[in-house]
């Protein structure tokens, strides 16, 4: 493999929001233009939570794909204590609902219908243990006394690992994970369970937050943590653990609810994500395994095919020309700022027009 330019197969987004309306037109086409497949958060107000909700919601995402882009929104269906195992059932047997995503009530953004006691919906689980359906989960408790940096080692410890023994087979996706714990949690356990690292939790830790004043763009959730955290997640990304591969969590907010004495939290990283990607794993000296991480591992945990498409990165002297922020209705979503230039540039190749 030449190191500063090789082909690797086209990457998908395995957690993505895209939002909804202007947001939505104004956003998708910087997933497009780089990820064949992405799948798509439910947390929209209200949320996506029957597969008729999702057949609308995905007819209006195909509807905001730039013409000549080639993706497949992956949908998701938002759990409650209210969902019906048979909606979500007859969602995946028609192809169209991918995974079940679980928030715990009022973990994050839009979660207010979310999951209060996740023993309330185990039948739901036993279902989709039945029939494969994957569990994506947000693995933070929503207990006011944890503090906000133990909130995943504790999910871990009270929900999660509890809730899978309850439902042997259920396929669970950790997403976003952030610490150390979870890492180990997932390296550790049976091949039931994988997770999702983001670009900006391998990149930032909770000093880029805090430290020298108060940088909103770098707060979502889980938060960034300790530096020893962010590292376990560089080392468990680029060691080609299959366990482990790439969902971004790019999500836009307006700059004006993110820079707000009570301000939101997503960070937007579509527009730069597999730069930013591609400068991590060489720093890692792992670029041989970015192709795991961003395209092969995911597809494998989910049983589908990876994309036949492919992806050139090659290396430049000219930094990568980023907008710092993309416009919405009158407003601005500020993009993920890595604190380096960049100098990783991509772009999709046909399939078979070259020789791999
Ligand atoms: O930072 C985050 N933003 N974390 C989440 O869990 C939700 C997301 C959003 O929807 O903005
Ligand atoms: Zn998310």
New binding site residues.
């Given amino acids: 493999m030449n190191a500063s330019d090789f082909v690797i197969r086209r990457p998908d987004d395995w957690h993505l929001?895209l939002?909804d309306g202007a947001m939505l037109r104004a956003v998708t086409g910087h997933t497009s233009a780089h990820f064949a497949r992405a799948i798509i958060?439910p947390?929209l107000v209200p949320p996506v939570v029957a597969t008729a909700d999702a057949a609308a919601y995905r007819d209006r995402i195909l509807e905001a794909i730039p013409d000549g882009d080639d993706f497949t929104p992956l949908m998701t269906l938002y759990l409650t204590e209210t969902t019906d195992p048979d909606d979500l059932a007859a969602g995946a047997a028609s192809g169209l609902i991918t995974a079940v995503k679980l928030?715990p009530a009022g973990?994050?953004?839009?979660?207010d219908s979310g999951v209060r006691d996740v023993e309330r919906v185990q039948p739901v689980l036993e279902r989709m243990a039945e029939i494969g359906l994957p569990l994506l989960v947000?693995g933070?408790v929503t207990d006011p006394d944890v503090d906000i940096f133990d909130r995943e080692a504790v999910f871990i410890e009270r929900v999660l690992d509890p809730m899978r023994r309850r439902v042997p087979g259920l396929r669970v996706v950790m997403?976003?994970v952030t610490t150390a714990d979870g890492v180990d949690y997932v390296s550790s356990a049976d091949d039931t369970i994988a997770a999702t690292i983001t670009t900006h939790h391998l990149i930032i830790n909770r000093n880029a937050l805090l430290a020298g004043g108060i940088r909103p763009h770098y707060?979502?959730?889980?938060v960034a943590k300790r530096e020893r955290h962010r590292l376990a997640l560089r080392a468990a990304a680029t060691s080609g653990n299959p366990k482990f591969f790439n969902g971004t969590?790019s999500?836009?907010?307006l700059a004006t609810d993110k820079e707000s004495a009570c301000g939101?939290?997503?960070?937007f990283t579509a527009p730069n994500t597999l730069s930013c990607l591609a400068h991590v794993f060489e720093e890692e000296n792992a670029l041989d395994r970015l192709e795991a991480f961003l395209s092969l591992s995911g597809p494998r945990f989910y049983g589908v095919a990876p994309n036949e498409g492919r992806t050139r990165f090659f290396k430049s002297e000219t930094p990568l020309q980023v907008p710092e922020k993309i416009s919405v209705q009158n407003d601005d979503v500020v993009v993920f700022d890595p604190g380096f230039p960049l100098f990783w540039h991509t772009e999709p190749i046909n399939a078979g027009a070259f020789d791999r």
């Avoid at 973990?107 to 979660?111: E, H, I, L, P, Y």
């Avoid at 939101?264 to 960070?267: D, E, L, T």
């Fill in positions: 929001h939002r958060m947390n928030y973990a994050t953004t839009n979660s947000h933070e997403e976003h707060y979502c959730l889980p969590d999500a836009p907010h939101c939290a997503g960070i």
